[in-house]
Nanobody
Framework: QESLVESGGGLVQAGGSLRVSCAVS??????????VAWYRQAPGKQRELVAA???????TYADSVQGRFTISRDNAKNTVHLDMSSLKPEDTAVYYC?????????WGQGTQVTVSS
């Protein structure tokens, strides 16, 4: 059973930057073949995909964050980062990490990101 732990959330002013990270427990071999993604959920809204990175480092971004957010992975540390810049108040949400291993899906507990105007 894999576990995901997010870190790095917090309060930032509009226009600022923040990094959130997702540490995945378990086998490094397994981590390397996982697709890992960041989702977010704002109050009263559905959870939405923010960015994803595959085992071969292919990345996908939501239109709303394209050009402002960068997802990366450090396979040596079983960690995925999401670097967020030019943050907007509408980026405020709980950010969740998700890891896919075949048909199995794992979620973290989430980390709050709040962007003040």
């Amino acid at each position: 059973q894999e576990s995901l732990v997010e870190s790095g959330g917090g309060l930032v002013q509009a226009g600022g930057s923040l990094r959130v990270s997702c540490a995945v427990s378990g086998s490094n071999f397994i981590f390397r073949i996982m697709t890992v993604a960041w989702y977010r959920q704002a109050p009263g809204k559905q959870r939405e995909l923010v960015a994803a990175i595959t085992s071969v480092f292919t990345t996908t971004y939501a239109d709303s964050v394209q050009g402002r957010f960068t997802i990366s992975r450090d396979n040596a540390k079983n960690t995925v980062h999401l670097d967020m810049s030019s943050l907007k108040p509408e980026d405020t949400a709980v950010y969740y990490c998700r890891a896919d291993k075949g048909t199995l899906v794992y979620w973290g507990q989430g980390t709050q990101v709040t962007v003040s105007s």
